[in-house]
């Protein structure tokens, strides 16, 4: 998305009542967040490319193949590329299947006719063709587990066994094992084992660029694990009689602040009010 488009829908969302969180510090996107009564009642994504801090699809194709569905005007991709969105964000950015993503991939092979040797191509593009496997395989077999039924076809279901690493086939067979659940949650080391696998495979990046990319992400996450942040610190004084709301409004203001996970500390103090400052 060009820049001049990002600050365009940023302006939107935020005239919309929408606060921009900005130190979650992510490059190329924003997170908004709607509050009500001290509680997030909604949040917004804006990418600037289709990236969880490297790219998993051609962002610029993507946005040129989109297309409104019918009576409703907004752009969706097409149906490989959001196969891909879905499963890339679920396995390397949230490190869990949800229901939505199984729900996601079998309406895409009963009702819109994935071509999924363009899925395999897209993701084989950008290095991560081991997990995009992983990721249908895991959905084929959880989708037998929850409903006794297999959507995704035969050849594909036969490719995503074949193409998941050995490393991960105990962690495929052992989120579908015993007692259905969700969401499944994959183990974090292996979840970073396929992250830098794919920075490192990426064939539309030079050596250098997935050096820059393994540091900066190894950096970033590195600073997440230690809860690091570059967060300017601010005064926020709420003052007023007795009985006007100020008790309630802060603990509203506190609320919001740890759901943004913005450090914070309340100080109560009765300022003029107190007998130590009278004349």
């Known amino acids: 998305m060009p820049q001049a488009q990002q600050d365009r829908a940023r302006k939107i969302v935020r005239d919309m009542g929408y606060v921009e969180l900005r130190h979650i510090e992510e490059p190329n996107k924003f997170l908004f967040r709607r509050y009500h009564l001290g509680e997030s009642a909604f949040d917004i994504h804006i990418h600037g490319r289709l990236e969880w801090h490297t790219e998993f699809v051609d962002s610029q194709a993507v946005f040129r193949a989109a ?102 086939r105990d962690t495929l067979a052992a989120r579908v094992a015993g007692a259905a659940r969700a969401p499944l949650a994959l183990p974090f080391l292996k979840s970073k084992r396929l992250f830098y696998d794919k920075m490192l495979a990426d064939p539309s990046l030079s050596p250098a660029a997935r050096a820059r990319e393994v540091y900066t992400h190894t950096l970033y996450g590195t600073r997440v694990r230690l809860r690091l942040r570059s967060q300017r610190p601010l005064l926020i004084a709420l003052d007023g009689i007795d009985g006007c709301g100020k008790s309630t409004q802060a603990a509203l203001l506190e609320r919001s602040l740890e759901a943004a996970a913005l450090r914070h500390r309340v100080v109560w103090t009765r300022g003029g009010s107190s007998a130590l400052l009278r004349p």
């Open 67 to 168: 297309r409104p569905c019918e009576g409703d005007p907004a752009l969706y991709p097409a149906a490989a590329d959001g196969v891909l969105i879905a499963l890339a964000h679920a396995v390397y950015e949230n490190k869990a299947l949800k229901l939505v993503e199984l729900a996601k991939v079998i309406y895409a092979a009963r009702v819109l006719h994935v071509d999924w040797d363009a899925v395999a191509a897209g993701a084989r593009g950008r290095g991560w063709l081991p997990g995009l496997w992983f990721a249908l395989a895991l959905c084929a077999a959880w989708e037998e587990q929850l409903y006794g039924t297999a959507s995704l076809p035969a050849d594909v279901r036969g490719a995503a066994v074949r193409g998941t690493p050995a490393w991960l």
